[in-house]
């Protein structure tokens, strides 16, 4: 089974006194969900969607989600505040799009 991959980034422009400027990137692979039945991971949040993009929009405009899936089939898109590599597991599933934020300023600090 082949999956696919796919960096998006997204600046996020939030107002105040003074304007912040956040960068995300968002990981997306095809085919894979996201799925945790370790104690110590969160409860999802599910929301229905019209579509892939307004999930990925719900999970970028959410300060506290980390991961998010998004079922084809039903256009059910939980949103998690856990990381796949910290709880939980990637499992093989068709029609699931899994979708994981990156800080822009994680990836800055490590090069």
């Given at each position: 089974?082949?999956?696919?991959?796919?960096?998006?980034?997204?600046?996020?422009?939030?107002?105040?006194?003074?304007?912040?400027?956040?960068?995300?990137?968002?990981?997306?692979?095809?085919?894979v969900q996201y799925q945790?039945?370790?104690?110590?991971?969160?409860?999802?949040?599910?929301?229905?969607?019209?579509?892939?993009?307004?999930?990925?929009?719900?999970?970028?405009?959410?300060?506290?989600?980390?991961?998010?899936?998004?079922?084809?089939?039903?256009?059910?898109?939980?949103?998690?505040?856990?990381?796949?590599?910290?709880?939980?597991?990637?499992?093989?599933?068709?029609?699931?799009?899994?979708?994981?934020?990156?800080?822009?300023?994680?990836?800055?600090?490590?090069?």
């Amino acid at each position: 089974m082949k999956h696919t991959i796919v960096l998006l980034l997204l600046t996020i422009i939030t107002q105040s006194a003074s304007q912040n400027i956040r960068t995300l990137f968002l990981s997306k692979i095809n085919d894979v969900q996201y799925q945790c039945g370790d104690p110590g991971c969160s409860s999802a949040t599910i929301i229905s969607v019209a579509n892939l993009r307004d999930c990925e929009i719900a999970c970028l405009s959410n300060d506290n989600c980390l991961t998010a899936t998004y079922d084809q089939s039903n256009s059910d898109c939980e949103l998690f505040v856990d990381i796949p590599s910290q709880y939980g597991n990637l499992v093989p599933q068709a029609g699931v799009v899994t979708l994981m934020v990156i800080d822009g300023r994680q990836l800055s600090a490590r090069k």
